[in-house]
Nanobody
Framework: QVQLVESGGGLVQAGGSLRLSCVAS????????MAWFRRAPGKERAFVAT????????KYANSVKGRFTISRDNAKNTLYLQMNSLKPEDTATYFC??????????????WGQGTQVTVSS
């Protein structure tokens, strides 16, 4: 089993920045690719970004490309999401995912509890 705990969410004004973290514990050797998803109010959970084990390969949703950066520190078992130039439409609960690959949420087995990001206009 793998446990994922997100942190770093909060309230920020449009144009501001936040850095989300996701700390993994347990059988972390199985994590391989990791990803961030988000669920906005009244919407389904959506892909944000994914990164491979080495950190060399990343992929982003078009809506966040150029503003968000996904990274990881395997020595610390931690996944990050640097979010810059935040917009009100980025308001959502952000989830860390592991034990899968790709951009589809159902393909991931492990999930964190989520951290709330609210961007005011």
């Amino acid at each position: 089993q793998v446990q994922l705990v997100e942190s770093g969410g909060g309230l920020v004004q449009a144009g501001g920045s936040l850095r989300l973290s996701c700390v993994a514990s347990g059988r972390t050797g199985r994590m391989f690719d990791m990803a961030w998803f988000r669920r906005a109010p009244g919407k389904e959970r959506a892909f944000v970004a994914t990164i491979d084990w080495s950190g060399d390969s990343t992929k982003y949703a078009n809506s966040v490309k150029g503003r968000f950066t996904i990274s990881r520190d395997n020595a610390k078992n931690t996944l990050y999401l640097q979010m810059n130039s935040l917009k009100p439409e980025d308001t959502a609960t952000y989830f860390c995912a592991a034990g899968g690959e790709g951009v589809i949420d159902v393909d991931y087995y492990y999930w964190g509890q989520g951290t709330q990001v609210t961007v005011s206009s």
